[in-house]
């Protein structure tokens, strides 16, 4: 059984950097799609940035408008992580953060949160001067 953890969130001043870590357990993370998604208080959650399983053909990427490029997903198999650098980073990307993972063998990228089946318990991240 698949097991995320997130850390690395915390408060960052508006333009700072955060980088987040989806720690996996309990199996190998590179053949899972994984995404990033957000909550913020009173909103639904939303996707941040998606990457296709490493056994994928095209190894994908996808960002969501509000984060192109200012955020980075990537992928470290050695050490079965999948990390999200956030830069450039404003209040309104203030909200909870969640990994999740599709189930395995599904590769594609996809952007709601219908589609992943296993998930951490997230990190709260703060943008405030």
């Known amino acids: 059984q698949l097991q995320l953890v997130e850390s690395g969130g915390g408060l960052v001043q508006p333009g700072g950097s955060l980088r987040l870590s989806c720690s996996a357990s309990?199996?190998?993370?590179?053949?899972?799609?994984i995404g990033w998604f957000r909550q913020a208080p009173g909103k639904e959650r939303e996707v941040v940035s998606c990457?296709?399983?490493?056994?994928?053909?095209?190894?994908?990427?996808s960002y969501a408008d509000s984060v192109k490029g200012r955020f980075t997903i990537s992928r470290d198999n050695a050490k079965n992580t999948v990390y999200l650098l956030m830069n450039s980073l404003k209040p309104e990307d203030t909200a909870d953060y969640y990994c999740?993972?599709?189930?395995?063998?599904?590769?594609?990228?996809?952007?709601?949160?219908?589609?992943?089946?296993?998930w951490g318990q997230g990190t709260q991240v703060s943008v405030s001067s």
């Open positions: 990457i296709s399983s490493s056994d994928s053909s095209d190894g994908s990427t």
């Open positions: 999740a993972a599709r189930s395995i063998g599904s590769r594609a990228i996809a952007t709601t949160t219908r589609y992943y089946i296993y």
């Open positions: 309990g199996s190998t993370l590179d053949y899972y799609t």
